[in-house]
């Protein structure tokens, strides 16, 4: 198991799980603002709209996945 607290430099440790969780949480914020974006209409609104669509919800499963596991 890689030490959770490395040396300087040599970049062996493990993720914290508080980090992890808090990308999780502003990635699921970041397709909600998008999805919110779609009402502004355009072109580029329609595939905008399926990835925030797709995103949001699968993003929003990881933090609650890491939240149980913390």
């Given at each position: 198991?890689?030490?959770?607290?490395?040396?300087?430099?040599?970049?062996?440790?493990?993720?914290?799980?508080?980090?992890?969780?808090?990308?999780?949480?502003?990635?699921?914020?970041?397709?909600?603002?998008?999805?919110?974006?779609?009402?502004?209409?355009?072109?580029?609104?329609?595939?905008?709209?399926?990835?925030?669509?797709?995103?949001e919800p699968l993003?929003?499963?990881?933090?609650?996945?890491?939240?149980?596991?913390m």
């Open positions: 198991m890689p030490n959770q607290n490395p040396a300087p430099g040599n970049n062996l440790g493990l993720p914290n799980l508080k980090d992890i969780h808090f990308k999780a949480l502003l990635v699921a914020d970041l397709f909600a603002a998008l999805m919110g974006l779609q009402d502004f209409g355009g072109p580029e609104s329609g595939p905008v709209f399926a990835v925030a669509r797709a995103g993003a929003r499963e990881l933090a609650a996945d890491l939240e149980r596991v």
